[in-house]
T-cell receptor
Framework: SQQGEEDPQALSIQEGENATMNCSYKTSINNLQWYRQNSGRGLVHLIL?????REKHSGRLRVTLDTSKKSSSLLITASRAADTASYFCATAVGDYKLSFGAGTTVTVRA | KAGVTQTPRYLIKTRGQQVTLSCSPI?????VSWYQQTPGQGLQFLFE???????NKGNFPGRFSGRQFSNSRSEMNVSTLELGDSALYLC?????????FGPGTRLLVL
């Protein structure tokens, strides 16, 4: 069974706009990670946030974590066509075992 | 450093056959994890190996097995293939919490 659930399932935005997607999970976690996947290829790691962190930034990415609500959000600012991809949140309960959500498909229109 | 490599990239098999997939981790990474990705079930954890020992296992039948060699390279085997085994099989290596994924092996079972 999947630990995380992303919302929305799909998102279509104009180039230059911001994209926000949310992830909810069920059990306590060690960390939460966000990955990107382009057209059924391998996953690319974007950012990791630990359970004792509330916010983290990496370039145009901003991730928040609310452990009391068991939720996280990923914000992509000033989106580009190259950001078109599926985005997955993954939670780590133990070591080296990730539980993925169903993903959010983001389409950035030129 | 070279990334995670997986061979073969594409594979077509028929029901009842068996298949072996190979994964070479990033140099220095001793942990290798395997995931199955299907449109219906999403990304699901298969198993994880560290120093030639299976440390974690997902909820898959015994037809799915794996092993890791002394050079950290890993193989996974699926015996008695079923149509439902058609999927993208992803391998990931890690040294701490972040997992680095290979491009995957796309398996089609006819």
């Amino acid at each position: 069974s999947q630990q995380g659930e992303e919302d929305p399932q799909a998102l279509s935005i104009q180039e230059g706009e911001n994209a926000t997607m949310n992830c909810s999970y069920k059990t306590s976690i060690n960390n939460l990670q966000w990955y990107r996947q382009n057209s059924g290829r391998g996953l690319v790691h974007l950012i990791l946030i630990r359970s004792n962190e509330r916010e983290k930034h990496s370039g145009r990415l901003r991730v928040t974590l609310d452990t009391s609500k068991k939720s996280s959000s990923l914000l992509i600012t000033a989106s580009r066509a190259a950001d078109t991809a599926s985005y997955f949140c993954a939670t780590a309960v133990g070591d080296y075992k990730l539980s993925f959500g169903a993903g959010t498909t983001v389409t950035v229109r030129a | 450093k070279a990334g995670v490599t997986q061979t073969p990239r594409y594979l077509i098999k028929t029901r009842g056959q068996q298949v072996t997939l190979s994964c070479s981790p990033i140099s220095g990474h001793r942990s290798v994890s395997w995931y199955q990705q299907t449109p219906g079930q999403g990304l699901q954890f298969l198993f994880e190996y560290f120093s030639e020992t299976q440390r974690n296992k997902g909820n898959f039948p015994g037809r799915f097995s794996g092993r890791q060699f002394s050079n950290s390279r890993s193989e996974m085997n699926v015996s008695t293939l079923e149509l439902g085994d058609s999927a993208l099989y992803l391998c990931a290596s890690s040294v701490q919490e972040t997992q680095y994924f290979g491009p995957g092996t796309r398996l089609l079972v006819l």
